[in-house]
């Protein structure tokens, strides 16, 4: 059986796909549709492909600002905001139950965790639904909860692995885990910095513009975090092999 079809695994696998086609979804409508104009169109195919690649995932707020693409950006985002939840719960719940066999760590702990990540699930909502020319205070807003509160979760679940290991993980994916969260805090910072410094929001820019190179690092840096992100979870796909969540009713009085 394929490892993302054991167990819980198949939560943070669908999270990392859908959340990857997003962007690249988004950025060939947006292409197709005649919003974004695709680079260097007479170099060969080859370097073509990557060079889609590296626009959707530089500038991906600005393929899914124009409609349809806006929209299709929008419900995947949503979706991906909702898969982060169930992962983040489900690895809740994981560490809980190791709680209960060998003592890991203090609940509150894991707890502070989960909300953090929930938090930085619902900056994603945020960022999914309200566009980067329409309303860009708040876009940005839902785009810094999203990276900091998810940035502080990667660190504190990295913690946490170290905590249970080597009963529940093994050092190399501690040591992994801890490297993704150093690189995304160590990105976070100048991101942030970068960002406050473009003095306008917009799609086309020039690079003779001043903040052209804080608009080319913020965004060099917010895809570091964001890839962070996406690697840290592919490792939480073994720790979900072997889980198994259940939904228990009960009805009380009658019917």
Same mark, same amino acid.
């Given at each position: ?36 104009n695709p ?29 349809p ?9 949503n979706f991906?905001?909702?898969l ?10 994981i560490?809980?139950?190791?709680n ?18 929930l938090?930085g ?15 860009p205070?708040?876009h940005d ?15 504190l ?5 170290y905590?249970?290991?080597p009963? !529940? /993980?093994?050092?190399?994916t501690?040591? *992994?885990r801890?490297?993704? +969260? =150093?690189?995304?805090?160590?990105? @976070? ?15 086309? !820019? /020039? ?5 052209? *190179?804080?608009?080319?690092? +913020? =965004?060099i840096?917010?895809?570091? @975090?964001?890839?962070?992100f ?5 490792t ?13 009713t009960?009805?009380?009085?009658d019917?």
């Amino acid at each position: 059986m394929l490892c993302f079809l054991k167990g819980m695994a198949f939560v943070p696998f669908l999270l990392v796909t859908w959340s990857s086609a997003a962007f690249i979804i988004s950025y060939v409508v947006a292409v197709l549709s005649g919003h974004v104009n695709p680079f260097l169109p007479y170099i060969r195919a080859e370097l073509n492909f990557f060079l889609l690649i590296w626009t959707c995932l530089l500038f991906p707020s600005d393929t899914g600002t124009t409609p349809p693409e806006s929209g299709i950006f929008g419900f995947m985002i949503n979706f991906s905001a909702f898969l982060g939840a169930a992962t983040m719960y489900t690895r809740y719940k994981i560490v809980e139950k190791q709680n209960q066999t060998s003592y890991i760590s203090t609940p509150v702990f894991n707890l502070v965790s989960l909300v953090l990540g929930l938090v930085g699930c619902i900056g994603m909502g945020i960022v999914a639904n309200f566009q980067e020319l329409a309303v860009p205070v708040v876009h940005d807003g839902g785009a810094l909860l999203a990276f900091v509160c998810g940035v502080v979760y990667t660190l504190l679940q990295s913690i946490i692995s170290y905590k249970s290991c080597p009963q !529940w /993980n093994s050092l190399s994916t501690c040591h *992994v885990r801890m490297a993704i +969260s =150093a690189v995304s805090c160590a990105a @976070v910072i100048p991101m942030i910095a970068c960002a406050s410094l473009i003095s306008i929001t917009k799609l086309e !820019w /020039n690079p003779k513009e001043k903040d052209y *190179v804080y608009h080319v690092v +913020s =965004a060099i840096c917010e895809w570091t @975090v964001a890839f962070g992100f996406i690697f840290y979870f592919l490792t939480f796909i073994h720790d979900f092999q072997n889980v198994t969540l259940r939904i228990s009713t009960e009805i009380n009085g009658d019917v």
